[in-house]
């Protein structure tokens, strides 16, 4: 895997830190007028997520992670894993629930989803940004009311629960933004 | 940073706006100047011979002899310097230069390569009298209120407890990795680099918040081209400006002496041979002219966009220039 000197960080960036993959997020460059030039790196770590701030020496190096962004589509969850399938090659790829964590939710059939892998595996999946769902459960909501009175909770097929308009009910199929988790519209038929 | 010809990469970085109130700082600037006799020049932007020091990257270009094979290699200048010295060995008295200076490998939210610079030197002031009219240049620009005053170990002490003249290197390394920066220091060598790593790490956020902080008497390994002083050889008569969290300006209580300058570009090229940097050529005229004589004088440098960027109460110099290197 290449080396990347810190003056090449920026954002997107994958790279090596205490051994795990991390995403470069920010990349200021510090320098005392008459000294060493530092950079103070902002980055998040893929596998745990958390965001941590780095200083390095400017100029240093830091190994880059070998990560990619392949995308798949989700084909079903067996129990334990996740399955997704390249269109393409008809090749899949099993994710676990680390992996898949809280967006396990967003998952649709057939819908595409981004896969980071991590020397081959996958470390997260990450939903399409908009994804429709069938609502299976929501009080039925007063006769009358419109949008605008801040709505009510709904269940939707994949277990998530958004807040949604009250005119909008049990059985219908809705858009929802998953980086957000809310309600855009009822789907187009 | 190269960014990609879009729709509106042609358009400036800052507003129009923006570019006016530039204009009517740099006016007062020169206002300031003019009233109390400083004189403007104008120095060379490209020059035979350049700086020395570590960390900073000279951009290079050449020059074609017409009609014969032979280039010469010329610096553009990371500050007007050296060249404003030999004016000041010849007899110009007062002299102030807003000249556009260059560094490489500088860029980011507080740095770009291409910047304008503000220097002036003030024969017969000490680093103290300079700091007064600095102080007064920055009360006027800015509307801030007088800058306070620290020493360099006081800043330092008051903020780590610990005294940076006499602390040795395995100290400054402890202090550094109990502030989480465990890997940058590790096979550090270098005490100066863990002084800068605590200094902008922990110093620099907590002085010059609500007025302008000058920290003067910095460590002697740090003098570049100030004199020592005389009554702490371990401190060099050097000042920096600081506002808002953002370094502003450096300034000397000046160095005459030849031999020493000559001794300490020396020193700067063998640390670069170390480093596995380039050596530089040093500026002969420079030397020359000290040997002539350089009154005894003061002088500062302040990054102009930064100052109109703190002014103008901006957050990033590319707010305050015309276009930034990207766009460049």
Known sequence: MASYSTNEFKAGLKIMLDGEPCNVLENEYVKPGKGQAFNRVKIRKLISGKVLEKTFKSGDTVEGADVVDIDLAYLYNDGEFWHFMNNETFEQIAADSKAVGDNAKWLVENDVCTLTLFNGAPISVTAPNFVELEITETDPGLKGDTAGTGGKPATLATGAVVRVPLFVQTGEVIKVDTRSGEYVSRAQK | ?328
């Open chain 2, 1 to 328: 940073m190269a960014d990609s010809v879009s729709q509106s990469s042609w358009r400036p970085s800052a507003d129009i706006a923006v570019l006016k109130q530039r204009a009517a700082l740099l006016a007062k600037i020169r206002q300031f100047f003019a009233h109390r006799d400083v004189l403007e020049v104008e120095t060379p932007c490209l020059s035979h011979g350049t700086v020395t020091d570590q960390h900073l990257h000279s951009f290079t270009t050449v020059l074609s002899h017409p009609g014969s094979a032979d280039a010469t290699p010329l610096y553009l200048q990371t500050s007007p310097e050296y060249a404003m010295k030999r004016l000041l060995a010849a007899g110009s008295g007062p002299i102030y230069q807003i000249c556009k200076a260059f560094r490489d490998e500088e860029s980011g939210r507080f740095h770009n390569p291409e910047f304008t610079m503000l220097e002036w030197y003030r024969p017969g002031f000490d680093h103290h009298q300079l700091m007064q009219e600095l102080d007064e240049l920055m009360q006027q620009l800015c509307g801030c209120g007088p800058a306070e005053k620290l020493t360099y170990q006081q800043a330092f002490s008051h903020q780590l407890k610990v005294d940076p003249l006499t602390a040795d290197i395995e100290q400054l390394r402890q202090l550094a990795i109990e502030r989480g920066h465990a890997t940058l220091v590790r096979h550090e060598q270098d005490k100066d680099t863990l002084l800068q790593l605590l200094f902008c790490e922990v110093v620099e956020p907590a002085i010059g918040q609500t007025t302008p902080c000058f920290i003067y008497d910095f460590p002697a390994s740090q003098a570049a081209l100030a004199r020592l002083s005389d009554k702490d050889p371990r401190v060099a008569e050097r000042f920096e400006l600081y506002y808002k969290g953002i370094e502003l300006a450096n300034g000397f209580h000046e160095l005459q002496d030849a031999k020493e300058q000559q001794r300490r570009f020396e020193q700067d090229n063998h640390k670069r041979c170390l480093n596995n940097r380039p050596q530089k050529p040093v500026d002969r005229h420079l030397l020359a002219a000290l040997q002539y004589g350089l009154p005894d004088c003061a002088g500062v440098a302040v990054g102009v966009d930064r100052l109109v960027m703190l002014a103008l109460n901006h957050s990033r110099i590319d707010d305050v220039i015309s276009f930034h290197i990207g766009h460049a």
